[in-house]
């Protein structure tokens, strides 16, 4: 799990910083900070009701899986062009292809 968070967005509610402190605090102006942006597992569930609780969404929450599958979806490199087809003469026909 990746942890961040936007403070231009943030509205000071302190819900996240209350449910987990190891992993917020706030600034001196009371905006949230990310202590934390991989936070240990047993903190998953309270992380996710941490950003659901969120009045401005300001938390974002991205799983591992979501980090695998947009590490597989990632476009591949283009596929060298095919080489041009070389005519060949045909003895039998007098070089004509």
């Known amino acids: 799990m990746r942890v961040t968070a936007n403070s231009e967005t943030c509205a000071v509610s302190s819900l996240c910083v209350y449910r987990v402190p190891g992993v917020f605090d706030q600034d001196e102006d009371g905006l949230v900070l990310v202590l934390d ?3 240990a597992e ?26 695998g599958e947009a590490a597989q979806a990632a476009p591949a490199a283009p596929a060298a062009p095919a080489a041009p087809a070389v005519e060949t003469a045909d003895a039998a026909t007098g070089g004509a292809a």
């Open 37 to 39: 942006e991989s936070p």
């Open 42 to 67: 047993s903190l998953y569930e309270e992380i996710r009701r941490a950003a659901r609780g969120c009045p401005t969404k300001s938390i974002r929450v991205v799983e591992d899986s979501e980090v």
